[in-house]
């Protein structure tokens, strides 16, 4: 039997009173992944920090799987204390799963050293390069690849924090010429303009500024502390896909629609308002064409795993605002659609075929929504639900933000849209304290269905 060894760092000291409680557990979606890869013996190996990955409560592993084995790090392991776990066990291949980090998005830059360590050592590895984690974790060297490759992006300007706040010149300088030049850029930009951190996360830290006054006050406020890209608004309607696989084998997913139920709000992957559904199929779109591009991107880029792909719809042109090496905020809406889990994604890179996937005919419809506050019972049956394929319970403490809770849930496996608003709408009735009516009539609006 191949024994296959599954790994994720994660660089957060996790606050035992930030907790994320999913349902089904993790450890049930462990077992039921591994029951349909039996041929493997298969080892996770992770910190309690890992949200996505263990069912943690205040800080303590609650459930095990009893399909696969685990192995626990301290929330401080670093890159080597990896590399000697994983190595212990021996595996025949070691897989890398990258998860997202508030802050700096940076997991994959050492789960990507794990990888290239392990290799030294003779261990066959499966993950992107080094190379290839720092270009999808800086936005301004994936903003340079993606224009010198051809790929339809928007304008943006680079902004070097230390050089635009230098006070270096020397006694009889004019001013800060850096900092001139970049103002002086920025005024002869099209407004709006979007200014965000060149390593940040979860749409924190985005300002969009209206016009040159605004941009200019911004950049000189004192409020940015780091390098930034200043990059051309585009109005236009937002989507996401996912690209799953390695080396040349990749499934890219049609694009999901992402909205916000309130106007010009950013579509926040933890804020309340924000939807996400799919698959769009609408030849009249161009599916097949952006998907051909995002399987360019994957080759020239050198994805592996989940990569997850920001994409905004102009007058009929698509454009790639960011590019996410890692599970993301679509990772469950997507596999729910796929019919498969999303530890799946990982356990078919040792070998599985799911180039089915491919084939949107395979596709079922599914959307992912936000639910109100509601105790442990309620979100259980919520969870049992017919067509409800997950709910993510999160009580969250953030640096910088107030602690606030909600529920992530995906709703899927429907053969058409209509069926699912149906759905949807039914759920609302049955709980309409949790499921706003305000989320069913937003999503009926943009399938134009009105009665």
């Not at 993790?26 to 920090?49: F, K």
């Not at 792909?309 to 809406?333: A, C, M, P």
């Not at 309620?378 to 709910?391: H, L, Q």
Request: charge should be negative; proline fraction near 4%.
């Amino acid at each position: 039997m191949k024994r296959i060894v599954l790994y994720s760092s994660n660089s957060k000291l996790r606050d035992k009173s930030s907790n994320c409680t999913a349902y089904p557990r993790w450890a049930r979606q462990w077992d039921e992944a591994a029951a349909r890869h039996s041929d493997y013996e298969i080892w996770l190996v992770v910190q309690l920090n890992g949200r996505y990955f263990l069912d943690i409560c205040d800080g303590k592993l609650v459930q095990e799987p009893e399909r696969i084995h685990v192995k626990v790090l301290p929330m401080e392991a670093k890159l080597k204390e990896f590399v000697e776990a994983v190595s212990a066990l021996s595996p025949d291949l070691a897989i890398a799963m990258p998860g997202p980090v508030s802050g700096y998005d940076w997991n994959g830059i050492r789960d990507a050293g794990i990888a290239e360590a392990l290799r030294k050592r003779g261990i066959e590895t499966v993950c992107y390069s080094g190379e290839t984690a720092l270009n999808c974790f800086d936005k301004w060297r994936t903003h340079q690849i993606l224009k010198a490759n051809g790929f339809r992006i928007p304008e943006a300007l680079y902004l070097h924090h230390e050089l635009f706040t230098s006070s270096k010149q020397d006694e009889v300088s004019t001013g800060n010429v850096y900092q001139e030049y970049i103002l002086w850029e920025v005024e002869n930009m099209k407004m709006p303009v979007v200014i965000k951190s060149t390593t940040g996360s979860s749409s924190m830290g985005i300002h969009i500024a209206k016009d040159y006054e605004d941009a200019k006050n911004y950049l000189l406020s004192g409020e940015l502390l780091e390098d930034a890209l200043i990059e051309e608004y585009l109005d236009g309607e937002e989507y996401g896909a996912e690209i799953h696989g390695d080396k040349g084998h990749y499934v890219v997913s049609p694009p999901y629609r992402i909205f916000n139920t309130v106007k010009n709000q950013l579509n926040d992957p933890m804020g309340a308002t924000t939807l996400k559904y799919g698959p769009v199929l609408d030849e009249k779109l161009h599916i097949e064409d952006v998907r051909s591009e995002l399987k360019r991107l994957a080759d020239i880029m050198g994805f592996c795993g989940i990569v997850e792909v920001d994409l905004v719809l102009v007058k009929g042109e698509w454009y790639i605002l960011e590019v996410n090496n890692r599970w993301s905020g679509l990772t469950t809406l997507i596999t729910a659609s796929q019919g498969r889990l999303p530890y799946e994604v990982y356990i078919e890179e040792a070998g599985g075929d799911c180039a089915y996937l491919n084939d949107t005919k395979n596709l079922k419809y599914a959307l992912q929504f936000k639910m109100r506050e509601a105790d442990a019972d309620t979100i259980r049956k919520i969870s049992e639900e017919p067509g409800i394929k997950s709910v993510i319970q999160y009580d969250l403490r953030l640096p910088g933000r107030e602690p606030f809770s909600f529920n992530d849930a995906v709703i899927g496996g429907y053969s058409t849209m209509v069926e699912l608003i149906s759905d949807f709408e039914q759920l609302h009735l049955r709980y309409p304290e949790q499921i706003s009516e305000i989320l069913v009539q937003a999503v009926k609006e943009k399938e134009g269905i009105y009665a």
